[in-house]
């Protein structure tokens, strides 16, 4: 039998996959999933028990959520990266692992094809099917829903005339959770005017008392949780599991897809958001302007490729490289207070704090230069603008 691997996640798409695959077309299905933060061990243990009932031959679930931080994530928080300066590309970053490792598999079992879900007017085709081909050319792609243009309603149909007879009704809401966040997509989010409603986010407003909490970061990793020390993985868990319950992090994203259409999409991102926008608070008393005005610069242009599928180009190792140099000075404490809804950046302490300087206080009394220094200073750097508009005057027409 002809070996394939199936990306496979348990919904309507791969479960048609996986009969249509086996039943049809004599495939040796080997199902796999990749855990980038979004399943429990009750969840991929019903995955796996859906897809051997379905005829695949064996089922593996990966667990790459060390994988997804050390790879992607901690570069997201190294760049401050936020799409559109709104999305911290929740699922999209989770796309690239989840192909990695499927990718991976695939060799390891030595398997002739690979195949997913995916339909034809979406990303993620472009991610898997670019991350297939980069790392594994030989192995051929496989996507009978984008082949077939098959609806959702022809999957079904196929699935209980071959005695699958699971309730595929339609969510209100999808929902895509993982350890950088969680999409939501809806009704609303097809349109450009409707706001989803808060019932359609998964973490719904549970705390209304304000509180303050400390994040820990070293070299820009964030190692600390109120005091206590931990993995980042960890401590991104737990900031989101105490700043979800004020429903904090919620927005809508506007954005380019790869394939040229605009696209919406909500999200739920707490823990995300908050380390970002902490670690970028540390960045602006650590580094000098231009270190934060280049890594803003490739900060974006990482995040762009990534969202694109170009994860595995080699300027974005090059990108890594240069943005871990700029976190040897990111270390110290954030304080931040939380609201519903919001969250407040109160401040930092930092032994690389550069506001600490003796020379003086911005607005203030200086201590290292004399009014003529600064007289002489703003005159030198005046020139530029006084020969141009010299220049340009003396030649303006006189009508």
Known sequence: MKKLVLAYSGGLDTSYCAKYLSKEQGFEVHAVSVNTGGFSSKEIEEIKEKALALGATSYTSVDAIQTFYDTVVKYLIFGNVLRNNTYPLSVSAERIVQAVEIAKHAKKLDADYIAHGSTGAGNDQVRFDMVFQTLAPNIKIITPIRDNTLSREAEIAYLKENGVDYSWEKAKYSINKGLWGTSVGGAETLTSNLPLPDT??????????PQQITLTFEKGEFVALNGKKDTPVANIEKLEAIASKYAI????????????????????????????????????HTLSKWQQYQKEQLGNFYGMLLHEGNYLDEVMRNIEAFLSDTQKHVSGDVHVSLYPFQFRLDGIDSPHDLMNASFGSYGEINKGWTADDAKGFIKIVSNPGKIANFVNDANAPTH
């Open 200 to 209: 359609a986010y998964p973490s719904q407003l549970q705390e209304k008392e």
């Open 249 to 284: 992090g919620r927005d809508i994203h506007v954005g380019d897809t790869i394939i040229g259409i605009k696209g919406r999409v909500g999200f739920e991102a707490a823990s995300a958001l908050i380390t970002i926008k902490a670690h970028h608070l540390l960045e602006k």
